[in-house]
């Protein structure tokens, strides 16, 4: 099941061979609660993205641990399922192909994932187009496919970095709700990076607040919405009070 | 001898009928067809141009025969030669010797690709030398392969894959190489082995790069074969183009050239269809 992610005392320091040393990310504690949605805003060059990369595994942190289930971090998780920005489908699979090869890879049970696979492609529409390759495909169907790769592993935490930010606004709003319908049938921590702030605010439950030079976390907003969210809360006036008030949090922009 | 003024006579009534086909396209309301039928038209009306020019040419008698011979002794001569079966022989010697020399060039442009691609060690050892092959003319060494060789197709066969394997390595090393950092960064979070790295990353995308090399190496295949034919053999369509000049047949010399502009096209048009045929799994695009 979910598992919480505890991020303690965490930085990121890129020592340039040439220039003096980047602090990305001064140091940062933040916990997540297992099965929480949790949303990171910020402008580029907050350090949004390079702390979903430490929590991934990607990226050592230079100060600091981060523990997922209380299991410290060290390397790539196969439990831990990514969406990054670009579906990065490879382009000689087809769309199962690609879904199914993080078991492959990983050498899970083809059949349970298999099972999922053709579930989820299902639920996001795709199962006609699950035999053709990526370039056949929109760009919002492309990164619907690679939502459901992250899935069929069953991840107990998602990190998603910036999945929705190269799709139109209708798509992105589709795309939106498909994934809070995903989220609640197997529920899993999300840590879901945007520099939408609608965005967050419309999928989390908390949002975290980032901002650059040096990038750190200022400030951690709750989301008073109930569950399940639907569209029509896009347009109330309690959301964009919520906006409004994690715009004020993010401060004069740089 | 009558074949073929009666055909260019039937190309040139083809064209007649072109103008007033023209308008009437233009009505058309899908310009997609006229564009197909200018793509079409435009070089059909080059090639007549030519035709006549060469016909004119000879004619009038302005050049002698043994420099440009008229068009219908060179087409006379093509099908004494093709259809006579005088020439198989040569067809097939020149394409044994290019395929050959392709797919050497292929195998070892190949592998020398992904060696100098994963080890940083043999590139920075060998590469310069690769580099300076590559700015050194290779049918230069010919006769000296003949030397060592001989009159058959070996020598034919070493210059063609000298040629066809350079293009294939640089494609191979790109293909290697280039690697799209998100994609690298989607394995690594699957914690992927070198092998299943390579196996569903390196090599299909290194195919992306290489198939389109082939278009190139096949050419220079042929060009390997047929230069390396000059310098000294016993059969082969180069062979051909040195024993039709001892007899002064110029006419079969033209014949002979415009064989190998059909067969480079063909050959080049061969791997492009192989492109497009073969499935996304094999030719990424």
Not at chain 2, 92 to 109: K, N, S
Request: hydrophobic share 50%.
């Amino acid at each position: 099941m979910a598992r919480g992610i505890a991020i303690e005392d965490v930085s990121k320091t890129y020592d340039g061979s040439r220039n003096e040393p980047v602090l990305a990310l001064t140091p940062t504690d933040l916990t997540l609660r297992p099965g929480e949605f949790f949303s990171l805003v910020g402008p580029s060059g907050c350090g949004k993205s390079t702390l979903l990369n430490m929590v991934a595994g990607l990226l050592p942190p230079s100060t600091g641990v981060i523990r997922i289930g209380g299991e410290e971090i060290t390397q790539p998780q196969r439990s831990t399922g990514i969406v990054f920005q670009n579906a990065t489908l490879l382009r000689w699979l087809t769309v199962r192909e690609n879904i199914l090869l993080p078991a492959k890879i990983g050498g899970k049970s083809l059949v349970e994932a298999r099972r999922l696979a053709e579930h989820y492609l299902d639920i996001v529409g795709l199962s006609d187009a699950a035999d053709r390759y990526p370039a056949e495909l929109s760009g919002g169907m492309q990164q619907r496919a690679s939502i459901v790769r992250a899935l069929v592993s069953d991840p107990e935490v998602l990190l998603m970095d910036e999945p929705f930010s190269a799709l139109d606004e209708f798509t992105r709003e589709t795309l939106q709700d498909e994934m809070l319908r995903l989220w609640t049938e197997r529920p899993k921590t999300v840590l879901f990076i945007t520099h939408n702030i609608a965005e967050a605010a419309y999928l989390s439950d908390r949002v975290g607040v980032m901002s650059a030079h040096p990038g750190r976390l200022d400030a951690i907003v709750e989301i008073p919405l109930g569950r399940p969210r639907t569209p029509d809360i896009r347009s109330e006036s309690t959301f964009f009070e919520i906006v409004a008030g994690i715009r004020t949090q993010i401060g004069p922009h740089s | 001898m009558t074949s073929a003024p009666s055909d260019i006579g039937a190309a040139e009534a083809a064209a007649m009928d072109t103008p007033p086909a023209q308008p009437a396209r233009r009505r058309s309301p899908r310009g997609a067809g006229r564009a197909t039928a200018r793509a079409i038209l435009l070089p059909l009306l080059v090639l007549i141009i030519i035709l006549a020019g060469w016909f004119a040419v000879t004619a009038a008698g302005a050049v002698s025969p043994l420099l440009v011979p008229a068009p219908p002794q060179v087409w006379d001569a093509l099908v004494r030669g093709v259809f006579g079966g005088l020439w198989w022989e040569h067809i097939f010697t020149t394409l044994y010797e290019m395929v050959a020399g392709f797919f050497l060039g292929a195998i070892i442009g190949l592998v020398t690709g992904a060696l100098f691609a994963f080890v940083g060690t043999l590139y920075q050892a060998f590469y310069p030398f690769v580099i300076a092959l590559q700015s050194f003319p290779k049918i230069a060494i010919a006769p000296l392969l003949v030397v060592a060789l001989g009159y058959g197709p070996e020598p034919k066969i070493v210059v063609a894959t000298l040629l066809a394997f350079f293009p294939i390595m640089t494609a191979s090393i790109a293909g290697f190489t280039n690697v799209n950092p998100d994609e690298h960064k989607l394995l690594r979070s699957y914690r992927a082995s070198v092998w299943q790295e390579l196996r569903y990353l390196r090599i299909p995308n290194a195919m992306s790069y290489v198939f389109p090399s082939f278009d190139v190496a096949v050419v220079l295949a042929l060009l390997g074969a047929v230069a390396a034919e000059l310098v000294g053999a016993q059969s082969g369509l180069g062979y051909l183009l040195i024993e039709r000049q001892q007899f002064g047949d110029s006419a079969s010399m033209y014949a002979v050239l415009i064989l190998l502009a059909i067969l480079g096209v063909s050959l080049r048009s061969l791997t492009q269809g192989l492109r497009k045929v073969l499935p996304r799994s094999i030719v990424p695009r």
